[in-house]
């Protein structure tokens, strides 16, 4: 659980987001599938998301499968098994759907690890032919622009407070490497 207390999430928060993703549309199988779950499901992710530990919904186990098919285009399940890890057992969901979500979570560790030796692989061979990282980060750049975190700070930049209590950043850039 998080160092800091954190209120439940607002029950009129499904209906407002409703609202706001009209306009800005949320990725998946169908636009906004999200958010035509019920309410307490709704209420229950953006709990998960801001790990504030409550009880899960009390769904079947196909009802569990289901919720879990239309999260897969997000790609959470890796930060759901980490968040509901730290949770007391009456704030996670049937065992079956633990199971499930440390596996992915161990494959997306997994494919970061692939990822992280292929991109090392592909540094130590553009030095091996006199061309530093440094330089291919830069030409990278050049054709394909500034990478998400970039364009993220860009926006903190301009926009000072960010839309948040206390003008706190929604994302921090450091400036490392994952996992460096």
């Keep these: 659980m ?7 999430p607002d029950p009129s928060l499904p209906g407002r987001l409703r609202e ?3 306009r800005l549309p949320l990725a998946g199988g169908r636009p906004n599938a999200l958010l035509a779950l019920l309410a307490g499901r709704v209420l229950s992710l953006v709990a998960l998301l801001r790990d504030t530990p409550q009880p899960p919904p009390a769904l079947s186990l196909e009802a569990w499968r ?9 790609g959470v399940y ?15 969901p049937p065992l079956d759907v633990m199971d499930f979500l440390k596996r992915q979570h161990l494959l997306a560790a997994a494919r970061a690890m692939r990822a992280d030796r292929q991109i090392q692989q592909v540094i130590d061979a553009l030095e091996a032919a006199g061309i ?3 330089k291919a980060v830069l030409l990278h750049r050049k ?15 301009e926009n000072g407070r960010h839309g948040r209590p206390g003008g706190a950043p929604a994302l921090r850039v450091t400036g490392r490497a994952a996992g460096g």
Aim: glycine residues 4%.
């Design 20 to 22: 706001f993703h009209v």
């Design 78 to 92: 890796p930060l759901h098994a980490y968040r509901l890890r730290s949770w007391a057992e009456d704030g996670r």
């Design 2 to 8: 998080s160092s800091t207390a954190v209120s439940p």
């Design 143 to 157: 054709r394909t622009g500034p990478s998400l975190s970039e364009r993220f700070a860009s926006v903190e930049n």
């Design 66 to 74: 289901e919720f879990l098919d239309l999260l897969r285009p997000h």
């Design 132 to 134: 530093p990282s440094e």
